[in-house]
Every structure is written in C-alpha cells, then in structure tokens.
C-alpha cells in the first residue's frame, strides 16, 4: 500500500473549499461538480499508486491539485464541445473543420428557420400539406437545368439510395479506375454492396475504354455509373470513357440502362472560367447525357451538408415516393440554408460571390498579399518575426486535389520559443482555437480562408504568447 494514500483529502473536506464552491455556483449544479471531484480523485489516487515521483506529498497540495483539475475542467464546460476554428491552413473545404462555411443570408434563413414556424410541408396557397422537396426544388433546377430533384442527408447517402432505389438485385457496370475511396470510410464498392446491387468492373486501373463496357453489358445491367475521382487523379498513360460516349453505349444496347454520375463537389458555378481546375459544372455533366446525378451540398457549392440528387423527372418521382426518402430526408434548417444558396446562384454574378466558398476560391494573390502586408505594419513584435512567403492553398474536401491556388503566408519565426509549442498552444488555449501549419521551423498562417475580423484574433494570440515565451525565458 502506498504510504501517500494515507494524505488524500476527504471529498467532504475539498467540498468545503472556497474555489468548489466557486465552480459549483459558476455552473449551477453542485451535484455535477461533486461528480467531477470524484473522477478526478480516482485520477489522484492512480497518480499516487503509479507514479513513484509524484511531488504530491500533503494533504493540501493533493486537494489544490484536484481543485486545479477542476477549474480545467470548468474551462472546457464553459467552451462546450464544438468550438469554433480559425482555419490558417489554407484548406478552403477542410472536412475535419467542416468543409463549407455559408454566406450570410443562408445563415439568417437557418435562424429564421429554428427560430418560427415555416411552411416546411405546408402549402400556403391552398392551406394544405406541401411538400418539403418544393422548398427547394426550382432552384436547383434552374441553377443545374435538371428536369426535377430532391436531397437527402449527404451525397453518401444519395449515392446508396440511387443505387438501391434503381440497382438492388441487378449490375450497375463502373470503371476500375473509378473504384475511389474517399476520407477512408467512403467506398464506392462497399456502398454498392450495402445496397444489393452488384458491381460489374470494367477496364484496368488506368484505361477503360467504350467497348469494355460495350462487352459488360447483360439483362441484368440496370446502370452504368460514373464516379467523379475528385480526390486523386491518375495521369499519364491513361484512357476514360467520357460521359456523352457512355451515354451512348447505354441507349444504344438497351434503352432502360440509366446513366449515372456521382459528382461528388458538383460545381454550380463555372471555375474553369476563372482557370482554377477542370470541374465540369452539374448543368454540363446533365447535358452531356446523364439521366441522373449526385453531388454534395458543403463542398463546391458551399452550402450546408446535403446531397443533392437532379436528373429525369420520372426518376426523382420514383426516389420521392421510396420509403428510404423518409430515412434521409434533411431537416428545416438544412433545407432554409440550401434554398438561400441555389437561390443565390440563380439571382447572378455579383451575388455569387458572397458565397465564401467561391470567393475564397477566387481571391487573388494580389489581394491576400496585400492583407498580410497590412498584418505585418500592424503587428508589433518585439522578439519574433513575421514576413511575408509565397505559397499555395488547397481546395480540400477531396475537391480538385490538383489545383493549388497561389498565396501569400505569413510566415513567423518564433526564434527560441520552440514553433510547435506555440502551433499547439494557438491550438490549445486560444478561443477561437486557431489552426496554422508548420513549415522549415516557423508558423504559417495562410490568409486566404482568413478574414479580416479573424486576424485581430491571431495578433492577439501572437502578441500574447510572445509576452508569454519571453516571460518564461527570464524566469
Ligand atoms: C465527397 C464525395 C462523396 C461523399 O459525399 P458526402 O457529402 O461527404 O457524403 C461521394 N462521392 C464522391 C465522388 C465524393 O467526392
């Protein structure tokens, strides 16, 4: 038995303290508090019996070491769980950050939406049921001239029920070179299996060409499905068959073969144009022959987390009325936010680039350079150092994983202060948190997907443990 055990304080006694009581009334219910003292004196206790150097000697450095644990954990109920991140990386649909942010007015309409009654399956005109699809529906027809469309829960979720909606018991026929995994838990192939239908591989990793499909097809094709590999590319000697020529192969052997995309960003608006990546937009790929397609709603169209399934009216008719439409269906807020992002592709040019997805994508190096200058005049270091750097910013999310979009970083030395200590307390003890990048010893902080209002935080922060790492150094 460990002779230290003898000294550990008596919960009643810690009870007592001044600083309990103080975080029992700062959170309002002493009975949550007393439950956090008796983990915490569990914790104290295996401290005790396994770690032979412990410091923890008497009574009263044992209860201030437990109180201190509980001010800490006062600190992270006070922050909740989901906090919010300044993203410096430069990931512009960072999925661990939550891929898209939304523009304002998509957020007053999620306000409005949580805050009122709507009209969510109410038709106003007449005083009777509606239907929630309608909220939505014109806006994305007009903005992807699809003939109709619903959304579901994520495009994960639209590529299961499209296939098990159209494909269960039967072959849906895809590319090899099309077979991707995305974020590690999205596989084409284990969805398919998960909805009855049964893959038929074509082609090799790097070439697929019209008649291997040609050949793969039977009575017991019902579809043939494209995935958009936007999350790697396969270059040099390689061969695809284009959607138009699959199109064709499908009509042209057995006229009730449906021809499906799955997107995956689906781009709304056309960033070709500006010659950021090679994304076809939804409207080009349903031109191009398919009868239906899926893409996300958080990623290139900078909604929220949707997905979005536009093609042939008689199909979406056939998935409204599917059981599963009622398992993944979206919620008020969800439509609100979507119906105020199409709407806003629909309304035009200027508008469009409110939705921070797109003008963040479109921002310039000039314009970023200049802001970082602007930081830097702004910014009075005394011991570290902040300059400018040249660098590029990813689209993330999968999304256009060859495009990389020049930028200026700020780039600061934090000279003795080890750089990946200050990374993580930027991290760790800022609120917002604050998520940069490490590079060669010294902090970037990429201004791209950085607002203005968001930089006074990281000079702040800066400013703050600069005193701070200067301050240790003298002790
Ligand atoms: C991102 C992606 C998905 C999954 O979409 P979620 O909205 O994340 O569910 C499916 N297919 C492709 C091709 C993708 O890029």
């Known amino acids: 038995m460990n002779e230290k055990l003898r000294y550990l304080p008596a919960v009643h006694k810690v009870q007592q303290n001044n600083q309990f009581k103080n975080i029992a009334h700062q959170v309002g219910n002493e009975r949550t508090v007393t439950s956090w003292l008796r983990e915490e004196m569990d914790a104290l206790r295996q401290i005790l019996l396994t770690n032979e150097e412990s410091q923890l000697e008497t009574t009263q450095q044992m209860e201030q070491f437990v109180l201190d644990q509980l001010q800490k954990k006062l600190e992270k109920f006070r922050n909740g769980n989901m906090r919010r991140i300044i993203n410096a990386t430069g990931t512009i649909l960072h999925t661990n950050f939550g891929r898209a942010t939304m523009s304002e007015s998509a957020i007053e309409k999620i306000i409005m939406a949580a805050r009122h009654y709507t009209n969510l399956e109410y038709n106003i005109e007449s005083g009777e049921r509606g239907s929630r699809h309608s909220l939505v529906e014109d806006f994305i027809i007009q903005s992807t001239g699809a003939e109709a469309a619903m959304v579901v829960n994520n495009n994960a979720a639209a590529v299961f029920f499209v296939l098990k909606a159209f494909a269960e018991g039967k072959e849906v026929i895809v590319s090899r070179g099309q077979l991707v995994e995305i974020g590690g838990s999205f596989r084409i192939s284990k969805i398919m299996e998960e909805s009855g239908a049964k893959l038929v591989e074509v082609g090799t990793t790097n070439k697929t060409h019209k008649y291997d499909y040609e050949d793969a097809i039977s009575e017991k094709t019902a579809m043939v499905m494209k995935v958009h590999t936007s999350n790697f590319k396969t270059i040099g000697f390689t061969a695809e068959v284009s959607l138009k020529e699959l199109s064709d ?167 003795p202060a080890p750089a990946q200590l200050v990374l993580n307390k930027l991290r760790t003890t800022s609120n917002p948190a604050i998520a940069a990048r490490l590079k060669d010893g010294k902090i970037l902080f990429d201004f791209r997907t950085v607002s203005d209002s968001e930089s006074t935080y990281i000079k702040h922060e800066l400013l703050k443990l600069e005193n701070e790492f200067n301050t240790d150094e003298t002790v």
């Open 249 to 415: 192969v499908a009509k042209n052997n057995k006229s009730d073969i449906l021809v499906y995309e799955d997107l995956g960003s689906g781009a709304i608006y056309d960033f070709k144009q500006h010659g950021v990546g090679e994304e076809p937009t939804v409207k080009e790929v349903l031109k191009n022959g398919a009868d239906i397609v899926s893409f996300s709603g958080d990623k290139l169209l900078g909604g929220p987390q949707a997905g979005i399934i536009a093609g042939k009216k008689s199909l979406i008719d056939h998935l409204k009325k599917h059981q599963l439409a009622r398992v993944l269906r979206v919620d008020k807020m969800t439509l609100a936010a979507l119906e105020e992002t199409f709407s806003t592709y629909v309304k035009g040019e200027h508008l469009i680039k409110q939705i921070p997805t797109v003008q963040v994508i479109l921002e310039s190096k000039e314009s970023i350079t200049e802001r970082v200058r602007q930081f830097i005049v702004d910014l009075p270091l005394r011991k570290w150092e902040a300059t400018e750097m040249d660098d590029v910013s990813m689209i993330g999310g999968g999304t256009m994983p060859e495009v990389s979009l020049p930028t200026t970083v700020l780039s600061v030395n934090t000279g």
